[in-house]
């Protein structure tokens, strides 16, 4: 399998093999998603608390006192039988967990069925080169829309893949709204299925190959 790699003015400068047990694997639409809720469940953050009867506010002071009253024996207005009183068992931050668990194999499968949809659908865009000798973001923005679709701003998102000594190609993108970035090491299904395009430089391929294979 081919892809093309272009140049800074968005012509198709060569063309470049692609392994095909990367970028040619059958989808399996369940496989991704069992990946992708694992995924999600690790960035849920649990929010439900309830406060129990010795954190609500108030109730020091008995209602009425033990006996003689012929009614019930309270110690607290905010005892959990009381309107406003604490809650019993409620959610406690701490007690919930919601993070599920995948092995490699499996993660590192979804990733390459989603490069394999993205190349097929021509959504894999490789430069020969992302630096530039004037190192403005105004300059990288427009060497970017000359391959992009940037008419619909919800389609033209981009993931831009990086090496680990791109420091400054980093530094000159981070302020592009429609781009994320990313490294290789650290490229998970969630950021290919939040991003329409995949932009990466040719020099950076053989470190997505040795990520997903090894």
């Given at each position: 399998?081919?892809?093309?790699?272009?140049?800074?003015?968005?012509?198709?400068?060569?063309?470049?093999?692609?392994?095909?047990?990367?970028?040619?694997?059958?989808?399996?639409?369940?496989?991704?998603?069992?990946?992708?809720?694992?995924?999600?469940?690790?960035?849920?953050?649990?929010?439900?608390?309830?406060?129990?009867?010795?954190?609500?506010?108030?109730?020091?002071?008995?209602?009425?006192?033990?006996?003689?009253?012929?009614?019930?024996?309270?110690?607290?207005?905010?005892?959990?039988l009381w309107k406003g009183g604490g809650v019993t068992f409620g959610p406690r931050l701490k007690e919930e967990n919601f993070k599920k668990r995948i092995n490699k194999k499996m993660?590192?499968?979804?990733?390459?069925?989603?490069?394999?949809?993205?190349?097929?659908?021509?959504?894999?865009?490789?430069?020969?080169?992302?630096?530039?000798?004037?190192?403005?973001?105004?300059?990288?923005?427009?060497?970017?829309?000359?391959?992009?679709?940037?008419?619909?701003?919800?389609?033209?998102?981009?993931?831009?893949?990086?090496?680990?000594?791109?420091?400054?190609?980093?530094?000159?993108?981070?302020?592009?709204?429609?781009?994320?970035?990313?490294?290789?090491?650290?490229?998970?299904?969630?950021?290919?299925?939040?991003?329409?395009?995949?932009?990466?430089?040719?020099?950076?391929?053989?470190?997505?190959?040795?990520?997903?294979?090894?």
């Open positions: 399998m081919k892809a093309d790699v272009y140049n800074k003015e968005g012509q198709v400068i060569e063309q470049i093999e692609l392994p095909l047990d990367i970028f040619k694997t059958d989808f399996n639409p369940d496989l991704v998603h069992q990946v992708l809720r694992v995924l999600l469940s690790r960035r849920r953050l649990a929010l439900a608390f309830a406060k129990g009867r010795s954190e609500v506010r108030g109730g020091g002071k008995k209602p009425w006192r033990q006996k003689g009253t012929g009614r019930a024996r309270h110690g607290s207005i905010r005892s959990p993660r590192k499968a979804a990733i390459k069925m989603v490069l394999s949809q993205k190349i097929k659908d021509k959504e894999i865009k490789i430069f020969d080169s992302l630096e530039v000798k004037e190192k403005k973001t105004k300059m990288m923005d427009k060497i970017l829309k000359n391959i992009l679709e940037t008419k619909n701003k919800k389609q033209c998102r981009a993931l831009v893949l990086l090496g680990p000594k791109q420091a400054e190609i980093k530094r000159i993108l981070k302020n592009i709204p429609y781009l994320n970035i990313q490294t290789v090491s650290s490229l998970d299904l969630l950021d290919l299925l939040n991003n329409k395009y995949l932009v990466f430089e040719k020099n950076t391929l053989p470190l997505l190959i040795e990520n997903l294979t090894k």
